[in-house]
């Protein structure tokens, strides 16, 4: 199962150069069903768990879209269902795992993610220093999924690569994704298994830089934010003296390798000039300058408020954007749903997204790193699709890694299995797949 989510999410976008759009797409979301049905028709031989509250708000959620497009007579069939099924599939993980199968094998979806994202990289690579145009595929957009950025400042813009995905955000979105469940494995790693260790510490290495090469500042914004939360609790952890060897170890293994490698890319002029040129560098450096975070994030809650035309029940749910969510998800939310619908959703979303705020806090500040960045990440993946566009967080190349990861770090035994030693046991492969 978590293969098939993990090949699905990463490799899915193939299917869109030998398919058509809407073929490609319902194949997808026919196997994100088929693994949700498994779930349940496994659910009699699964021990239940204390279902968490984000798992309710979820639920809650799917009943929302359910009665606004049972209720929307005056809208196209196929648009409101393509907008029901792309919000509800995804929200059915976060349903379906506590209730039906509480241990979901997450340490197998991340080490599927870290091992298969490798060949999903190599393609980055070759595309961002020897040839743009390898194997992109223009099937599926005219572009190729590459992205036309322009600099905050300044003249001149620069390409955002999407290696094998249909977009650019896709790549940076899973890049994103890899890091975090990278950094999950850390917990699940027995003191015996080295080979594991450096697996996490390449796997970070590539992720870091495919994201890089995808070029979207949120996603990376997201991921730093994540890391400081964990850094924060792993220094609180340290000041306590109740720092593990192992996270000594693998800590110290991960400053040397970065060493190692940086050197030795860095010896070579060629290569460091290709480094420093690297667009997404200087975009960064004019994000901090010119204050743009705090900009867009103004702009984006503007955008969000209430418009002065709206409508008490709303146009109908899929109008904005033909059957896939507005750019802007807060400003969709009020076209669609009126003021009756949109109250309800948001006050569900806000809810989640407290969530994931109290248990971010609480998790750092008891020093728990691992917990900290999972559900910071998390926090920060759902405000950002709240105020820029719920694709970035609903689409099945990232949803399918994180909303499995959501529902699992929602679940008391899914904290516990982060915070614990994981002891492998016989039978085990080398890579402990099981």
């Not at 790693?189 to 970070?204: A, E, H, K, Q, T």
């Not at 899929?318 to 948001?346: D, H, K, N, Q, Y």
């Not at 994931?356 to 500040?365: D, K, M, Y």
Request: proline fraction near 3%.
């Amino acid at each position: 199962m978590s293969l098939a989510l993990v090949v699905t999410a990463l490799y899915g976008d193939l299917l869109k150069r030998v398919l058509s759009a809407t073929l490609s797409l319902a194949l997808l979301y026919l196997i994100a069903l088929a693994i949700i049905v498994f779930m349940l028709s496994n659910s009699r031989s699964m021990q239940r768990d204390r279902v968490p509250a984000i798992s309710t708000f979820a639920g809650a959620l799917m009943v929302s879209y359910g009665l606004q497009f049972g209720t929307g007579f005056n809208v196209e069939l196929l648009p409101a269902l393509m907008m029901l099924v792309y919000m509800c599939v995804p929200l059915a993980f976060i349903v379906v795992v506590p209730r039906a199968y509480p241990h979901f094998d997450l340490y197998s979806m991340a080490l599927y993610t870290t091992i298969l994202m490798l060949p999903i990289h190599a393609v980055g690579f070759v595309q961002q220093f020897i040839d743009q145009s390898f194997l992109v595929s223009t099937a599926y957009s005219d572009s190729g999924g590459v992205i036309a950025r322009n600099f905050l400042e300044g003249t001149g813009s620069f390409n955002r690569l999407p290696s094998i995905f249909a977009s650019a955000d896709r790549y940076a979105g899973v890049c994103a994704m890899q890091i975090l469940l990278s950094l999950v494995l850390v917990s699940f790693v027995s003191p015996r298994n080295r080979m594991i260790i450096w697996v996490i510490l390449f796997g970070l290495l590539f992720a870091f830089g495919g994201s890089m090469i995808a070029g979207s500042r949120s996603r990376i914004l997201i991921v730093g934010v994540a890391l400081f939360a964990g850094g924060v609790a792993f220094l609180l952890r340290m000041a306590r003296g109740q720092l593990r060897h192992l996270s000594r170890r693998i800590l110290m293994r991960t400053v040397v390798v970065a060493f190692v490698v940086f050197a030795a890319a860095l010896s070579f002029e060629d290569v460091r000039d290709r480094i420093a040129e690297l667009p997404v560098l200087s975009m960064l450096e004019q994000t901090a300058e010119l204050s743009d975070v705090q900009g867009r994030f103004v702009q984006a809650i503007g955008i969000s408020l209430i418009p002065y035309d709206a409508t008490l029940f709303g146009e109908g749910l899929g109008v904005s954007a033909g059957g896939r969510p507005g750019e802007f998800a807060i400003c969709a939310l009020w076209i669609e749903g009126g003021i009756f619908w949109t109250l309800i959703m948001l006050t569900i979303y806000t809810a989640i997204l407290l969530t994931f705020v109290r248990g971010g806090i609480r998790a750092t500040t008891s020093g728990n790193t691992v917990l900290s960045i999972t559900l910071t990440g998390c926090g920060l993946f759902w405000l950002f699709g709240l105020l820029a566009g719920f694709s970035s967080l609903f689409e099945l190349s990232v949803a399918l890694l994180l909303f499995p990861m959501i529902a699992v770090v929602a679940m008391p035994s899914g904290k516990r299995r982060l915070t614990e030693p994981r002891l492998r046991r016989r039978g085990d492969t080398d890579l402990g797949l099981r």
